[in-house]
């Protein structure tokens, strides 16, 4: 509720940190059914959409703008393309997201400690200093009911879901 009064579009059984939601503004959008357990967003001024059946895992970090280095007007770098994690993505513990990164792909998975440097095709497996392609994923986790990973507290979603309220 707090994440969607300061006019964040936040779909239905989102688990995300308390700190994280003090945070969020109407730059963001997040689908259904995911989970995030950070709040490490480097700044909300920019554009953010995290798709549907996602997982965030704990310390991820986005860092959304930075500056370029060789101008005298230390301009930003993303200026204003927006951030957008696909649906299906797994973004797995302290890995990283650099302001040169624009897309994570449907269905992508980066790896642990891996830092994105650059767009992330659709259901690649990525990891590495820079990320770099190790294979294709052959499915998403579509059978998977994403809020049960969240230490056992499906069940007071799940009474949420069919009592028609919204987390």
């Given at each position: 509720r707090c994440a969607r009064r300061n006019g964040?579009?936040?779909?239905?059984?989102?688990?995300?940190?308390?700190?994280?939601?003090?945070?969020?503004?109407?730059?963001?959008?997040?689908?259904?059914?995911?989970?995030?357990?950070t709040d490490n967003f480097s700044s909300m001024r920019h554009k953010i959409t995290i798709g549907s059946h996602?997982?965030?895992?704990g310390n991820v970090k986005f860092v959304m703008g930075g500056h370029n280095i060789d101008s005298p007007e230390w301009e930003n770098i993303r200026k204003t393309s927006p951030l957008?994690?696909?649906?299906?993505?797994?973004?797995?513990?302290?890995?990283?997201?650099?302001?040169s990164c624009s897309?994570?792909?449907?269905?992508?998975?980066?790896?642990?400690?891996?830092?994105?440097?650059?767009?992330?095709?659709?259901?690649?497996?990525?990891?590495?200093?820079?990320?770099?392609v190790l294979r294709q994923r052959k499915?998403?986790?579509?059978?998977?009911?994403?809020?049960s990973m969240v230490g056992g507290d499906f069940l007071a979603y799940q009474h949420a879901r069919h009592n028609g309220k919204r987390n």
């Open positions: 964040a579009h936040i779909g239905d059984n989102v688990c995300i940190p308390m700190s994280l939601a003090r945070k969020l503004n109407s730059n963001v959008t997040i689908g259904d059914h995911t989970i995030i357990q996602v997982i965030i895992g957008v994690v696909k649906d299906y993505v797994w973004l797995c513990p302290d890995s990283v997201i650099m302001p897309e994570i792909g449907y269905g992508a998975v980066v790896g642990a400690n891996s830092v994105v440097v650059k767009d992330v095709p659709d259901m690649a497996v990525v990891s590495g200093f820079p990320a770099k499915c998403v986790h579509s059978d998977l009911v994403v809020e």
